[in-house]
T-cell receptor, first 113, second 114 residues
Framework: DGGITQSPKYLFRKEGQNVTLSCEQN?????MYWYRQDPGQGLRLIYY???????QKGDIAEGYSVSREKKESFPLTVTSAQKNPTAFYLC????????????FGQGTRLTVV | AQSVTQPDIHITVSEGASLELRCNYS??????LFWYVQSPGQGLQLLLK??????LVQGIKGFEAEFKRSQSSFNLRKPSVHWSDAAEYFC????????????FGTGTRLQVTL
């Protein structure tokens, strides 16, 4: 079945550590996205990529980094510079056009301990 | 800047009652609009989408939405709510500056009482 796979589902990180969240899609989509979700704030865009080897900052990119070396993969690294990393992270993909919807993974809940 | 607004943070309805969730947008041209649903701890699932043509669009799980240009609204409706509809609902629209970016409303949490 085609879809988006995020791993792990739950992740615990010590303060000061970097951590990488995985996102893989087999939908042959050009565009991929990372969103952060906090209670009462909806979804906020961290980074997005419209094509392999290219990505752009979203609204809250500080403290995060990404790579897009393969069409299928768009990993997100939460660095120690992110002041409040505890959140629910959602990865999505789309064909990258105005009239196409985004498909979402099941999310990763990151907790800093 | 383009925006999507969901005025209701939390709505409670009785099972079997009708439902309407509000969404307002601010776009110059006819927008593309989406409604998504999210169960706790899960990703988002597309309920329905509007691109052009008929202003009343049908979606999955018995949901429908009506696009009203005069009111800049795209409200989600369901005639009879089931307990399993309890979830968070998001309205979204693409950023006209970058075709592939979606802007989301802050969401409406639906509680269903039995």
């Amino acid at each position: 079945d085609g879809g988006i796979t995020q791993s792990p589902k739950y992740l615990f990180r010590k303060e000061g550590q970097n951590v990488t969240l995985s996102c893989e899609q087999n939908l042959n989509h050009d565009a991929m996205y990372w969103y952060r979700q906090d209670p009462g704030q909806g979804l906020r865009l961290i980074y997005y990529s419209q094509i392999v080897n290219d990505f752009q900052k979203g609204d809250i990119a500080e403290g995060y980094s990404v790579s897009r070396e393969k069409k299928e993969s768009f990993p997100l690294t939460v660095t120690s510079a992110q002041k409040n990393p505890t959140a629910f992270y959602l990865c999505a993909s789309s064909l990258g056009q105005l009239n196409t919807e985004a498909f979402f993974g099941q999310g990763t809940r990151l907790t800093v301990v | 800047a383009q925006s999507v607004t969901q005025p209701d943070i939390h709505i409670t309805v009785s099972e079997g009652a009708s439902l309407e969730l509000r969404c307002n947008y601010s776009y110059g041209a006819t927008p593309y609009l989406f409604w998504y649903v999210q169960s706790p701890g899960q990703g988002l699932q597309l309920l329905l989408k509007y691109f052009s043509g008929d202003t009343l669009v049908q979606g999955i799980k018995g949901f429908e939405a009506e696009f009203k240009r005069s009111q800049s609204s795209f409200n989600l409706r369901k005639p009879s709510v089931h307990w399993s509809d309890a979830a968070e609902y998001f309205c979204a629209a693409p950023d006209t500056g970058t075709a592939s970016k979606l802007t989301f409303g802050t969401g409406t949490r639906l509680q269903v009482t039995l």
